[in-house]
């Protein structure tokens, strides 16, 4: 995967003294630093151009002002999976033409890192205290992908001691990269997940711009695997283009093949999805992009998705080939209706909790 070197580092004063700013100027010391008062004033950009991708050029290291830790929105209507969130970074280096970040933080593009990891820690530690008897999935790649930017921030290397330790915890790393050297000496006490988003290679060379290839993917799981660290793979999101099974199904089992599924925490499926106005800025960005040549309808949470008796079909297609290599393993469906469960799999989770229950590790 190609380094990230950004054209500036643009700092809010009161962070220089924090650990990231240092792993920052040490691992990018080609790059030249602002300090600034605000960076809100400063990560301003013009919108008459693909303001978007000008966003991913310029890093910002500020203060995070609201709270880290939050439970995931889910969408309307959908099986909720009772996951929740902590940001530690917004924006994305690499460049997914169906990112959903390209219309949610339309208004707020600036690729950002924050500096107080500390509090993020404190406030984390606050809440699992306070809930000793909830098992918490964590994510951290919400808004941001939980690894692109390691290797420069070392964030990741500063939290994964902490929630090792938590008995009510995994905490989840989503990641289309393979930046993994900062956690291989890390014991990670099987409380941390990682996990790859996974698509055949000629849907990672034509829409996943900038990302590690298929096979450095796979790679870094199986590194990660051996090194103690469980998995995740989530299939999404999936798409429908003529054939798609002949890449589908020999990707699934390139990955059974490479990595122990016992050791795979969960795996999740979801079509492509978008709303209309994610939609619009994709065909301005790519226009060249044929993944929205597929027919899709629009459904009751806002977003578009292919036919419902196409995502079965596409769903009960993965779950069969998953269900060869990885009999037992978790699958579950993302941002799906009840419906869509119970034709997929023949039941629909009671609620939320039971869902994430049945996601926490056995041991
Ligand atoms: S890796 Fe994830 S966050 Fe980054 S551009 Fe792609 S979809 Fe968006």
Partial sequence: MNCFVPDELVVERGSESSSVFNNLCSTLPQVPVRIVDDVRVTAVYDRSVDHFGAAKKKLFLTRHRGEFFKKCPGSEGQVCCNYFVINFASNCPMDCSYCYLQDYLSDNASLKVFSNIGDLIDEADRTLHRHRGLFFRIGTGEITDSLALEPYTGIVREIIPYFAEQSNVLLELKTKSDCVDN?????????IV????????PVIERD????????????????????????????????????????????????FATVNWRRV?????GVLRETPGLKR?????????????????????????????????????????????APMVQIYLCMESKEIWQQVFGFFPACEKELGNQLAPLD
């Fill in 281 to 325: 800025v994709m065909r301005q960005r790519f226009p060249e992009a044929r993944l929205l040549a597929g027919e899709q309808v629009l459904c009751p949470d806002g977003k578009l998705r292919y036919f419902q008796p196409q995502r079965i079909q596409m769903y009960r297609k993965m779950v069969q080939w998953i269900r060869r290599f």
């Fill in 183 to 191: 956690l291989l000496d890390l014991d990670p006490k099987g409380r």
């Fill in 208 to 255: 996943e711009h900038g990302t590690a290839s298929f096979a450095e993917r796979l790679a870094a799981a199986r590194r990660c695997q051996e090194a103690g660290y469980r998995l995740g793979f989530h299939f999404d999101p999936i798409i429908e283009y003529p054939d798609w099974e002949n890449d589908y199904q020999p990707m699934v089992e390139e990955i």
């Fill in 265 to 269: 925490s969960w795996l999740s499926l």
């Fill in 194 to 201: 990682v996990a790859w988003s996974m698509n055949p290679r």
